[in-house]
């Protein structure tokens, strides 16, 4: 029992690797594998985020393909995340739900629900997988759509929420809310209680671990807390995973510490 | 003058291939290139759905990536868009923009709106390149958020086309609106009466040509309109790219008489 419910982010930038990973043949796989060693022992989940591999076009896909075989082989019991943002109609869902259930083989994949039901369910039809739906993110641009509210007063996150649990249940959907919302959390809980969330934005981002917890977690603790900036570039040298790990393992302690005040662990 | 604006959807699905590529070195690619040549004459735009070459991992980024350098080389006046349907916190929009405008040099990149401003407007710092926001889609889904209204009757389809015009003009941002849409088209022509509108859902989908330019196009077109499986599968055999080629053919004539219908040639 790692006493932990964090997810670290691999969001592997080429123009930010420590300098003496930039001889070695693929680089961003060198740190991912470093970053990963040193970290899984305080975390559950790893998060790649397509972008950074993407920017990089076929090394960069090629160094995904790798990072997520390498933690299946070595980490079999880490939770991994294709943070990914996609969404489109239904045969072109059906498309991306391939390139990660089946082509690589990820356990969810961050979903945006613009387009709606039939953008989302095709996600829904592998067995075991599961959609991370966005509901209220941790930028500043949440504000120009997702607090939009109707005439009932249901705001456009709190309607992806409840609309989407007609699609698919807590154990299949799980949602994506900022660090940065603080006690929207509250509302947040109010509909979806059981669900798992995914928390960005903890670091870099400026959110509390303290307010997410205390306004987010439920009776199973019911989050997972993503940090990725705070952790992998910690330190630039050749010590950069001795660091990254420390930094894992403080926020595990803080993680436990919270835990344990609610009787969890 | 091609009397033409057609834009034809690369959406090169290995399972629905003409059998007689299958034994080729790169099967999409092949198929793309005769699609492309077959088809030149009469579209002015292509747009690769980004989802059918990741589900092929890097195979696909490879055949992906071929597929923009000859069209680069070969007709260097298409203008290319990724559908792509991208859209994350700022320093990870930023790399998406710097996937589709530097790593691959493509003119246009699907956005979508959830995460609001700062999720866009890193698409929108290079010169020369364009934003296709998702406002009003094709899909059955398109009905469940988009529709949404607030107490003054906003629309969140309406929202996005208000509010995105404060972070580029006419000149830098085109919107989708999905061919099925109808009349909806005369509400977004008054928000956006300028803007170049990407319409998907002519063909497979069921959208009208005829009905779209009635309510959709302005005094200078203003439309690029998007076919993907209505052309590039219309026949099976060898024979795949002539017919496609006959079929891109027959809707530029189509488009041709819409044109002179309003004397726009």
Known sequence: ???????????????????????????????????????APYCVAYKPNLAF??????????????TVAYLRQHYPDQFIIADAKRGDIGNTSAMYARTFFEETNLDAVTVAPYMGEDSVTPFLTYEGKWVVLLALTSNKGSHDFQLMADEQGERLFEK??????????????????????????EDI?????????????????????????????????????NSSRAIIYADS?????????????????????????????
Request: charged share 25%; hydrophobic share 45%; glycine share 8%.
């Open 189 to 225: 809980r109010r509909i979806v209680p059981d669900h798992f969330l995914l928390v960005p934005g903890v670091g870099a981002q400026g959110g509390s671990l303290e307010e997410v917890c205390r306004y987010g977690m439920n009776a199973q603790c019911g989050l997972l807390v």
């Open 53 to 66: 591999y993407e920017s990089m076009g076929v090394r960069g896909w090629v160094a995904f393909e790798k």
């Open 160 to 185: 992806v929420l409840r609309k989407s649990q007609e699609w698919a249940g807590s154990d299949r959907m799980m949602y994506v809310v900022g660090a940065t919302q603080g006690r929207a959390f």
């Open 1 to 39: 029992m790692k006493q932990s419910f964090l997810c670290v982010g691999l969001d592997a930038d080429i123009r930010k690797l420590p300098a003496c990973l930039l001889q070695e043949e693929d680089p961003i796989f060198s740190f991912n594998k470093a970053i990963i060693d040193a970290t």
């Open 237 to 265: 040298t050749e010590d950069f995973a001795r660091v990254a790990g420390e930094k894992a393992q403080e926020v595990q302690r803080q993680m436990a510490a919270e835990l344990a005040a609610r009787n969890l662990v």
